[in-house]
């Protein structure tokens, strides 16, 4: 089977190869200003021709080809300093642009799903994810402890690239495209390739398990293993606890007008001024929240590919995405919850797919801690600190999570039911949602398939 997967290396950069790299990603959000500006200022002629002459005839390039071809055409006035950074730069700017304007006229034109995407906003310095990509040029893997970026060198790995490495000396993968990307202060290189893989079937393909993803431990099975969560979890909190502490006396420090004489915040003020200082805990904190979010991750690596060789189908909670944007000021905890949440699901929807498993999601909102796995009595309210399941119909008692997970686990004969799941494994592809044959009202909270997100995974087909 050839599949699509990206390979992440952490980079160690020279200090003039962090200034290179700097100046690419921010080449990306110049070209990205620009191009809105542009967009912009034709929207606005538009307009104005629609008014006073009855019909626009402006073109607003809302393509990336458009977008390139006025760059192409304007660069050398804007930004005559343009050739110190590879053109990929600027055109991975263009390119993200180009998304933000598709994804806001299909959000309007109703053909995307989820919430609405606003316009796209003008990237700020310091504020915006700092990445830009490849996709022609000589970039690759050089040796076992480098990758090739061009303009930028020969860029040490963290981690050694062995395992791509083998694979593109024996030619079973080929490198599409590679994406640079800074994350709390790191920068990072993820090669997107085409692999020729052969993983062998589930052990046990007709059986289900349910993963109940957890905050006391990483995750419980139905089966009712469970996974410890990383030790190092606790002391995460209470670093984070202290410099939350400092970085809120260094904003009541920069910003005294917005505090009353007893410290209480004054409302209507906001403490905008951010002195360097503040600055730098912030960033402290951002790391410290980037390291706890990466902890579980070599834990979840192990878990998902255990789930994805033994059983044939495996059902997740789903994910409410919208929540899991408001989630900041719910701790720690539940951020790294989310997260754990987020990367189990995507590593399980292509680990799945190459063994040939199925990755069932649960509906949004479906009560899987409420229900009692015995009868399938539901309770009205449940609350967070209940660790255990007492049922009140068949007096079933049962650990919380264990009873979620197993609500889970029944989850897949109901979709099996549907078809979809034998259409999955017969093809090895992830049935996208909406599938034909799923049979039930998603709208009223029914089964769903997942569909494969994110950057490691984006189809598959047979050999
Ligand atoms: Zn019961």
Known sequence: MRVTQAYRFCLDPTPAQRRRLASHAGAARFASNWGLAYVKACLKARAWERRILGAAVTEVPWSLAALRREWNADKDRVAPWWAENSKEAYSAGLAALADGLGAFSDSRAGRRKGRRVGFPRRKRRGRSRESFRYTTGSFGVSSRTRVQLPRIGHVRTHEPTVKLARKLEAGQARILSATVSREAGRWHCSFCCRVERSDPAPRRPAQAVGVDVGVRHLAVLSSGERVANPRALGRAGRRLRRL??????????????????????????????RSARLRATERRIARVYARARNLPRAALCKLSTELASTYGTVVVERLNAAGLCRAGNRGLRRAIHDASMAELRRQLAYKCAWRGGALVEAPT????????????AAKAKLSL??????????????????????????????????????????????????????????????????????????RSEAA
């Open 244 to 273: 939350q502490r400092r970085a809120d006396r260094q904003r009541r420090a920069a910003n005294p007008g917005c505090f009353d004489e007893r410290g209480r915040a004054i409302p209507g003020r906001r403490p905008a001024t």
């Open 365 to 376: 909102l479906f009560p899987s801690s409420k229900t009692c796995s015995g009868c399938g």
């Open 385 to 458: 600190s209940e660790r255990t399941y007492r049922c009140e119909a068949c007096e079933l008692v049962i650990d919380r999570d264990l009873n979620a997970a197993r609500n889970l686990a029944a989850l897949a004969s109901v979709v099996a039911a549907s078809g979809a799941e034998t259409e999955n494994a017969r093809s090895q592809t992830p049935v996208r949602p909406g599938a034909a044959g799923l049979g039930v009202d998603r709208e009223a909270g029914g089964a769903r398939v997942a569909r494969e997100t994110g950057t490691a995974f984006e």
